[in-house]
T-cell receptor, first 119, second 115 residues
Framework: AQKITQTQPGMFVQEKEAVTLDCTYD???????LFWYKQPSSGEMIFLIYQGSYDEQNATEGRYSLNFQKARKSANLVISASQLGDSAMYFCAMRETLYSGAGSYQLTFGKGTKLSVIP | EAGVAQSPRYKIIEKRQSVAFWCNPISGHATLYWYQQILGQGPKLLIQ????????DSQLPKDRFSAERLKGVDSTLKIQPAKLEDSAVYLC?????????????FGPGTRLLVL
């Protein structure tokens, strides 16, 4: 079973509008972290926002916010006031605890959503 | 603060040849990761180092892939011999510590094409 599911292969949004990118996850861990990364065509993965499983408040970073619904196991990314530079692939990722005794915290990624911002 | 550095940025080889990638993490970051990203997919972890020790290499194809981080700083990932299905972007990332809330910072990646 997939641990991270991003159901939107591609999304379009008008410049200056808000857009929500969906992400659902599957884990039996009590403690985990959820991340969103942006990957422009240049290839580098750029960290956007983090939400811990015990955080009661939704995370926000500038124009990015994470709509965290723990019971539904969803962690949607909301981008407000879209800009042309927001056009990129967006990946949702989860970090669980591998109880290997060695402290490994593997980051598992979804397949991504390609966001295109229209002028 | 300098980010994660990787080289080369692009590499084209023929199948059965060998290739090596280099990564220099952010200064002071103890944990280093190598990911493989096949076109149209998210990155997949190949190996994780804590200082110069391997923490997790469960998804590394050990018959052809090897990696080392001898002095606990920079790292090399080698493929020998390469197969067509190894064509991908190889991403290096680092984090200060390996805890669950610690952010991983990625380098620009090396795009490998195997012909």
């Amino acid at each position: 079973a997939q641990k991270i599911t991003q159901t939107q292969p591609g999304m379009f949004v008008q410049e200056k509008e808000a857009v929500t990118l969906d992400c659902t996850y599957d884990t039996s861990d009590q403690s985990y972290g959820l991340f969103w990364y942006k990957q422009p065509s240049s290839g580098e993965m750029i960290f956007l926002i983090y939400q811990g499983s015990y955080d009661e408040q939704n995370a926000t970073e500038g124009r990015y916010s994470l709509n965290f619904q723990k019971a539904r196991k969803s962690a949607n990314l909301v981008i407000s006031a879209s800009q042309l530079g927001d056009s990129a692939m967006y990946f949702c990722a989860m970090r669980e605890t591998l109880y290997s005794g060695a402290g490994s915290y593997q980051l598992t990624f979804g397949k991504g959503t390609k966001l295109s911002v229209i002028p | 603060e300098a980010g994660v550095a990787q080289s080369p940025r692009y590499k084209i080889i023929e199948k059965r040849q060998s290739v090596a990638f280099w990564c220099n993490p952010i200064s002071g970051h103890a944990t280093l990761y190598w990911y493989q990203q096949i076109l149209g997919q998210g990155p997949k972890l190949l190996i994780q180092f804590q200082n110069n020790g391997v923490v997790d290499d469960s998804q590394l194809p050990k018959d052809r892939f090897s990696a080392e981080r001898l002095k606990g700083v920079d790292s090399t990932l080698k493929i020998q011999p390469a197969k067509l299905e190894d064509s991908a972007v190889y991403l290096c990332a680092s984090s200060l510590t390996p805890t669950s809330e610690e952010t991983q910072y990625f380098g620009p990646g090396t795009r490998l094409l195997v012909l």
